[in-house]
């Protein structure tokens, strides 16, 4: 047997104290604390036998596992977004901010229309849902796709899925991170957004988006990758790096399908070394920035529930780490991410005990010095 290592984020669960949050905007943001103080029924036990009710300072009566430790992982990259965070783990730095913008100009919308062969309606910054609430409708009527952006840097297509065309979506979005590219616009993700409904029962989103990030340097996935090491991403990590250095990619659609496919993963037997590296996204987009605490808190139970049997398949020379990209604080103003520090509970047995872990590009570390 390979060596076998999994790193799971948790998309925007994050734990407060950042120590630029407040030149974000986000100063008092704390995703977990804010969870806990407001959801009593909160309760974690798997996650807190691995050290997270010692690294939030609450009180932990059950038994802490013995091969793992907990840590606080700052962000230094310039940004609070998906793509930033996941470069970041992986040991690609964001030195400079990613294009963020009110509106995208109308030069580049008049060339959008052009070559993807349509008009548009929207083009300001909004919350994905509050958007089709809004102009759903007129897309209907005038068959032209939603365009928006939020305060990441994302440029946000939306279309129904059954009379715009899902494929035609997909492909006007690759149409405009071209564009983009062409342009040196630097916007960390081209999303597109199908959705499904009508006026009369409401319009909703469907699991079917796709993101079109830049392409990333060097990361950890690609020197993994050049050792020989199979790098599996397990949902949107593939569209995150663009594809770079991930050796399989398989998409999901939302947490369960997520856990379910590294259940699958980490017990297929294989003589190759493997890194699973899995974003289970539905805190952040079901839940974070729809400002929802209580469907936060279930799904971070679930997660925990599903948790419990992972841990009972790890053997004393795996790695396994649980960390996160970013926060969204559902109780935060707004509708976005929020700047935070994540955790990072890492689980390694055998002799390999790395190093102290501070900073994101730790995780980056910790697993290339894993398969040295």
């Known amino acids: 047997m390979g060596k076998r290592a999994l790193v799971i984020v948790l998309d925007s669960v994050g734990c407060g104290g950042a120590p630029d949050a407040a030149a974000y905007g986000d100063e008092g943001a704390d995703t977990l604390r804010h969870l806990y103080d407001g959801i009593p029924a909160l309760r974690l036990p798997n996650l807190e036998s691995l050290g997270l009710s010692a690294l939030l300072g609450r009180p932990f009566t059950g038994k802490i596992r013995m091969d793992s430790r907990a840590f606080r992982l700052t962000e230094l990259s310039a940004g609070k977004d998906t793509t930033n965070g996941h470069w970041e783990l992986m040991g690609c730095m964001t030195a400079v901010p990613f294009l963020t913008c009110l509106a995208f100009p109308d030069d580049f919308i008049a060339k959008l229309a052009v070559v993807g062969g349509t008009g548009f309606i929207g083009n300001k910054p909004a919350s994905g ?20 952006t939020s305060a990441d840097s994302v ?26 590219d062409e342009r040196g616009m630097r916007v960390g993700r081209v999303i597109a957004r199908p959705f499904v409904g009508d006026a009369d029962t409401g319009f909703r989103r469907t699991p079917n988006r796709h993101d079109y990030s830049l392409t990333p340097g060097e990361t950890a996935l690609d020197r993994l990758e050049r050792r020989g090491v199979n790098v599996i991403g397990v949902g949107k990590i593939s569209d995150i790096f663009a594809g770079k250095g ?3 990619s398989y998409p999901t659609k939302g947490n ?39 469907g936060y808190a279930r799904c971070l139970m ?30 935060h103003k707004g509708t976005d991410h929020t700047r935070e520090q994540v955790p990072c509970l890492r689980i390694s047995g055998g002799s390999f005990d790395p190093l102290e872990m501070r900073v994101f590009s730790d995780v980056a570390r910790v697993v290339e010095s894993f398969f040295a």
């Not at 849902?129 to 796709?145: N, Q, S």
Request: hydrophobic share 40%; proline share 4%; net charge negative.
């Open 155 to 180: 440029l946000q297509l939306a279309a129904h899925e059954e009379t715009f065309g899902l494929e035609r979506l997909w492909e006007l979005c690759r149409t405009a991170r071209g564009i983009l």
């Open 246 to 248: 991930v050796s399989e």
């Open 129 to 148: 849902t509050a958007i089709l609430d809004e102009l759903g409708e007129k897309h209907m009527r005038t068959g032209k796709p939603i365009l928006y």
């Open 302 to 331: 679930e997660f925990d529930v599903w948790l419990g049997g992972l841990l009972g398949n790890i053997e004393p020379d795996d790695l396994v780490m649980i960390t996160a990209d970013h926060g969204n604080d559902p109780y």
């Open 256 to 294: 369960r399908a997520g856990m379910e496919r590294i259940d699958e993963l980490w017990s297929a037997p294989s003589s190759d070394d493997r890194f699973i590296f899995a974003n289970l996204v539905d805190f952040d987009s079901l839940y974070g920035h729809r400002r929802d605490p209580d």
